[in-house]
């Protein structure tokens, strides 16, 4: 029997707390904008890992008090 490997899931940083944000744009759960949450599934694999690289600074800046990440 041939075994096809099942495609690889691309990487995401939701956190399944999908807020968007009226003041910034951004998702309160993962830091991403309306566009980028748009194009997820067709960007490449290092596209979104640049992407991912530079959440965790966009959701400090954005919410300081931590937003709903905290709730």
Do not use: H, Y
């Amino acid at each position: 029997m041939i075994t096809v490997p099942s495609p690889k899931k691309p990487s995401s940083p939701c956190t399944k707390v999908c807020i968007l944000d009226a003041a910034s744009g951004l998702c309160e759960g993962c830091g991403r904008s309306r566009d980028e949450i748009a194009l997820w599934g067709s960007m490449s694999e290092p596209q979104r890992l640049a992407v991912m690289a530079v959440l965790g600074e966009r959701l400090s800046r954005a919410f300081p008090n931590g937003g709903a990440r905290t709730a």
